[in-house]
């Protein structure tokens, strides 16, 4: 059954404080044209620059996401995010008048009621999913961090958290679908340590925090001075007390496991930055910003990839990325000059490995020492050469409307003669890609032995 791509009726705005700058901002959803995706506008700044809200463009996720471009940011999106993506909306357009969204109450609800109220509407662009096709891992283990995707039919999250803190201890939670979201989830609001707000506060940080728009967890024997300290930098007049929930001034819970349950929120606003949505199941240990954004960066790859077998290879393989009908769809070279035969691994703007079978019926034997038959060297370098191109040309929408000119290749090595019969492996790794110039270094093989290396550069160029 097909599913459809949704924006917003209509506008709405909300007006509040930012976490952390203390700043207040007025946020507007807008609706947004089928292919649009999430973008926020600085509205504020002159032209107010757009800046899409995905993976490429996060630039800071030390306290929650931050997302920029050319000197413009917003930060603290994941909430809005979460809210967006709870109601499986793909297009919208987010207008802000500051720097960082508003907090609101610290989770998502606020976000997702005003949403909800503005109505949502279907577009004509068919929705596309990320299919998780095997288990996908990753971990941190100096962060203590460990996530799994494994394969669903649909998209679902398991959390799981254990802060050594009495009053926290394990905590665990369960998504089955979005459709929980705004339920089980999305009032979940964003929490911390007492030790952590007075060190934040210390910092510059949290200028916009009070006790109304997060849970302050600390332990009940807390010395007093730690507690007037707290009154005294948020300039609270009324005592404060601890629990034995370990909640300041015993604030009740919305949902018995909050907290895990706002890890789940947050990690639905930073996947959300993926640009499509996820068939998968998501086993999250103890994950944040951090590690849910490079998790992303992953998976973002793996979607790319998807995409181009989707555009090139008309049969999947699971040995072979892209066969030779799809890199003649991507390379301008044919015969005798194609000297590429298959892509067996891929990922993009990172690496690729790619086959060459050298026979000899090859053109180049019947001239390069006769009788003693060869593979010219040139032209294991040039065949390196164009497995990197298909890699530098497919970091564009449309490659086939672009060529890969190398200007220099440096360091080159050959190590062992390449003869008739042999398997040539091309592996090239991406060195750097800036304004369309390339850095690559490339190694070629004959089963494990190093045949030829070297370093090429370069230049992406429109047709």
């Known amino acids: ?74 930060a603290t999106i994941e909430h809005v995010m979460a809210a967006i993506k709870g109601l499986n909306i793909d297009n919208i357009r987010i207008e802000v008048t500051g720097s960082e969204v508003p907090v609101a109450d610290g989770s998502a609800i606020i976000f997702l009621e005003l949403l909800k109220k503005v109505g949502i509407e279907k577009q004509k662009a068919e929705r596309e999913y990320l299919e998780i096709e095997e288990p996908i891992s990753f971990s941190a283990p100096s962060d203590n961090v460990d996530i799994v995707i494994v394969p669903s039919n649909d998209f679902k999250v398991t959390f799981m958290v254990d802060y050594q803190q009495n009053a926290l201890g394990t905590q665990y939670t369960t998504m089955q679908s979005l459709e929980d979201f705004e339920k089980d989830f999305a009032s979940a609001r964003t929490f911390c340590f007492l030790h952590e707000i007075i060190m934040l506060k210390e910092a510059g940080l949290i200028k916009g925090g009070t006790l109304d728009n997060a849970l302050v967890v600390a332990n009940p024997q807390t010395p007093q001075a730690e507690i007037d300290k707290l009154r005294e930098i948020f300039n609270i007049e009324e005592d404060i007390t601890i629990g034995s929930d370990g909640m300041l001034n015993h604030k009740p819970l919305r949902y018995h496991n909050e907290f895990v349950r706002h890890k789940v929120l947050d990690l639905i606003g930073d996947f959300a930055l993926l640009g499509v949505p996820i068939k998968g199941h998501i086993l999250a240990a103890r994950s944040g ?40 769809k991507i390379l301008p070279h044919r015969y005798p000059f194609l000297l590429v035969d298959k892509i067996t691994e891929f990922e993009a703007g990172e690496k690729i490995v790619g086959i060459k079978n050298v026979t000899i019926n090859e053109q180049f034997f019947q001239g390069h020492f006769p009788g003693h038959p060869v593979m010219p060297g040139v032209l294991i370098v040039e065949a390196m050469a164009q497995t990197g191109g298909i890699m530098l040309l497919n970091s564009y929408d449309d490659p086939e409307n672009y060529v890969a000119y190398f200007a220099s290749i440096n360091n080159v090595k050959f190590r062992k003669p390449v003869l008739p019969g042999d398997t040539l492996r091309f592996e090239l790794t991406v060195i750097s890609i800036k304004r369309g110039l390339a850095k690559m270094h490339g190694e070629a093989y004959v089963g494990d032995t190093k045949v030829t290396e070297a370093d090429f550069m370069a230049k992406i160029i429109k047709k």
């Open 1 to 74: 059954m097909k599913e459809f791509k949704q924006t917003i009726k209509g506008e709405i705005s909300y007006r509040g404080v930012g976490l952390h700058s203390g700043e207040t901002s007025t946020i507007t959803f807008k609706p947004a044209n089928e292919d649009s995706g999430i973008v926020f506008v600085r509205t504020d700044l002159e032209n107010s620059p757009e800046i899409p809200a995905d993976i490429d463009h996060v630039i800071d996720i030390s306290r929650g996401t931050t997302i920029g471009i050319n000197g413009a940011s917003v």
């Open 289 to 328: 910003h951090k590690t849910n954004v490079e998790l992303v960066k992953k998976l973002r790859k793996l979607y790319k990839k998807q995409q181009l077998q989707a555009i090139y290879q008309k049969k999947k393989s699971s040995d072979v990325v892209f066969d030779i009908n799809a890199i003649q």
